[in-house]
């Protein structure tokens, strides 16, 4: 009786901690068993996700599951690993996938990274705290996307496009709740998407092919004639040369702004290489919008982060690399760029003014709520009446110019939100690089304000965050990472002596006639 007593509590207490695992035993029985019958397609599809599921419960058991999420979602955002559902694709009008909107409900790969995330926060018991300000306008958006349903030709589109707002909505806010215990890890992932994606942008460019990685969205390199003659242009893993310069240039002031405050001669050699690499990758887009994006605000921003150090030995290294950085890619690139800037465009700014004012036409018709949401080249194609929809054949291009493109879809209601997305992003950057005293979270501010600066910049001749769903992502992630830094900031005032034992402290820059610290 003394032997059997005490096991049986146990045994009533092991019970209920063993039957899920007996139960996904018998599940995973069945479904192999299943499999096994299967086509090899499926078959194989089912054994990678046993096998994902598998190392995601023993992340799950080591406490590292939402690091390496992070990390997938990172990397995942210039990817086109992704699957869509309720694919709507017989609109009249409706542009090519590579350069258009929300065609159906499209899951990729960050997104479904940020959702994990967030569930692991949750199952936690943590609380998430919501980028309110960055939010707004976001919010307002797609609000008038809703009142654009008035006039929109295709309703649905108008519904996708607001799934597909919600879901980067998601996005934002799992960025923003990234603690900062694992902010500096972000940016060392973002470093090491940027030079994948460099790598393969180079690889094309030299190879004058793509490099056959059409499952992560790699479409082949495009020909375009620059100074009469047939120049070959990188496209990475986005589809289009433009997209992939929308990439470097939210992405490149941000990394920057990290290789410059790094510690260490690993990380200095990461956001190094991430921004050498990123850059060479932009000149390889023959991008005239993102060149001049970077060639205007990276200079700025340097001077701005290390304008007290110059003296320094860190700062002296930081800068000296850049000029020789700088000496190279104009060797390199210098003449190309000098025929893609001045030279013969095939027709380009021509054809963009064409498009422009054909598109101011179509504002005209509805100024106050829009075409629809999304429905901008059914609309154009409806109700233009210079011919300019005929310009590229039978693929209806849609308006060069990031501006009249969301102001005919939402009208000047939506536009005044659509404008505030990145009018509130650039204003909380920079009255973060003012106020901050970390120097992470300053860093991050500026640089995410340089990026929504350079895309605002580029927007003025191409039709930027509309179109690219991985562009958009990094818009999503920009703004969430403010809020990051923010959350950061605040743990560093938080540990004793955090700002007097800070180099970066001792002389903080100014901007706009920002004051010293009073501590100081």
């Known amino acids: 009786m003394s032997l059997t007593a005490p096991l049986r509590p146990r045994a009533a207490t092991l019970l209920p901690a063993l039957l899920p695992a007996l139960l996904a035993g018998v599940a995973t029985g069945v479904l192999t068993m299943v499999l096994i019958f299967a086509p090899t397609k499926i078959f194989v599809a089912g054994g990678l996700a046993f096998g994902c599921l598998a190392g995601f419960l023993g992340l799950i058991a080591i406490g590292q599951a ?38 159906g409900v499209t899951i990729t790969l960050s997104f479904l990274a940020a959702l994990t995330v967030l569930g692991l926060r949750l199952l936690a018991g943590r609380s998430l705290r919501m980028p309110v300000l960055v939010m707004l306008p976001w919010l307002a958006y797609a609000a008038a996307g809703v009142l ?27 960025v923003a709740n990234i603690t900062p215990d694992r ?5 060392q992932a973002l470093a090491v998407t940027m030079i994948f994606q460099a790598l393969i942008s180079i690889a094309q460019g030299v190879g004058g092919t793509g490099l056959g990685l059409g499952f992560l969205g790699d479409q082949g390199v495009a020909i375009e004639s620059v100074a009469f003659e047939a120049k070959v242009r990188s496209t990475g893993t986005l589809g289009n040369p433009n997209m992939l310069a929308y990439f470097y240039e939210l992405l490149l002031p941000l990394l920057f702004g990290a290789w410059l405050m790094a510690r260490g001669l690993g990380n200095h050699v990461l956001f190094g290489l991430a921004v050498t690499l990123g850059l ?36 002296l290294a930081v800068i000296g690399t850049g000029l020789f950085l700088t000496l190279v890619m ?12 001045f030279g013969d465009d095939g027709g380009s700014l021509s054809h963009r003014s064409t498009m422009n004012h054909a598109a101011w036409q179509v504002f005209m018709n509805s100024p106050f709520i829009g075409q629809g949401l999304n429905n901008f080249a059914p609309a154009f194609a409806r109700l233009d009446k210079t011919g300019a929809t005929g310009l590229f054949g039978p693929v209806n291009h849609v308006v060069h110019n990031m501006y009249l493109f969301a102001a005919v879809e939402v009208g000047i209601i939506g536009f005044a939100g659509f404008l505030g997305i990145f009018g509130i992003g650039i ?12 120097p992470l979270s300053r860093s991050i501010a500026l640089g995410v304000a340089f990026g929504l600066v350079a895309h605002l910049l580029h927007g003025t001749i191409d039709p930027g965050f ?12 920009l703004l969430g990472l403010l809020q990051a830094a923010f959350l950061n900031e605040r743990s560093f005032l938080s540990e004793p002596n ?14 706009l006639g920002a004051e010293r610290h009073p501590l100081r």
């Open 466 to 477: 509309r179109l690219s769903l991985p562009v958009s992502q990094v818009i999503a992630v």
């Open 66 to 103: 939402e690091r390496w999420m992070l990390l997938l979602l990172a990397f995942g955002l210039p990817l086109a690993v992704s699957f869509t559902l309720f694919l709507h694709v017989n609109t009249v009008g409706h542009y090519v996938e590579n350069v258009g909107g929300a065609a």
């Open 330 to 341: 104009v060797g390199l690139f210098g003449g190309q760029a000098m025929e893609r800037m």
């Open 148 to 174: 654009s349903l008035l006039k929109a030709p295709d309703p649905a589109l108008v519904w996708f496009e607001i799934l597909r707002l919600s879901m980067l909505l998601l996005l934002m806010v799992t």
């Open 498 to 511: 955090a700002i007097q034992a800070e180099e970066w402290s001792t002389r903080p820059p100014r901007l």
């Open 280 to 315: 060479a990758g932009l000149a390889l887009s023959l991008s005239r919008g993102g060149w001049l994006a970077m060639g205007l605000l990276l200079p700025i921003e340097a001077w701005l982060l290390a304008r007290h150090r110059f003296l320094t030995p860190r700062g």
């Open 183 to 187: 902010l500096w890890f972000f940016l």
């Open 427 to 438: 204003y909380l950057g920079i009255r973060g690089f003012r106020k901050y005293r970390s």
